[in-house]
């Protein structure tokens, strides 16, 4: 089963990422900012981390950076997911390594798809 770290300061959406994503074979652990994440990751190694980018304390960015230099040899699939919607976000978020980006608030589909699009769901 694939594992995913869901990283979000809010409760509700980490509880609908979970459920939306266990629909979809997923095993979830969630974190509630990127320091805390930042030890789950370590801890558990998920094959894909569903980041949010404004959070207490360590934010989605600073996480991103934090895990490209403590992780390299084992590196997940890297999906924003964010109310940020400027290109030079985007752009922010692909130069600090990660593999997707997707806008709040999203579906089942949309999230499916960007799983189909970094490879870790077959194509539907």
Do not use: Q
Not at 16 to 31: I, V
Not at 40 to 56: F, H, I, N, Q, S
Not at 63 to 77: D, G, I, N, S, V
């Amino acid at each position: 089963m694939k594992t995913c770290l869901v990283v979000d300061d809010s409760a509700l959406v980490r509880k609908l990422a979970f459920s939306m994503l266990g629909e979809m074979g997923f095993s979830c652990t969630g974190a509630a900012d990127g320091a805390v994440a930042l030890d789950a990751y370590k801890a558990d190694m998920p094959d894909l981390v569903l980041l949010d980018w404004t959070m207490p304390g360590m934010d989605g960015i600073a996480f991103l950076k934090a895990l490209r230099e403590t992780a390299p040899e084992h590196m997940p699939k890297i999906v924003f997911c964010t109310a940020h919607n400027r290109i030079e976000d985007l752009r922010a978020a692909l130069v600090a390594g990660a593999d997707e980006y997707i806008m709040k608030p999203f579906d089942n589909e949309i999230l499916r798809s960007k799983l189909e699009i970094v490879g870790l769901l077959p194509p539907s």
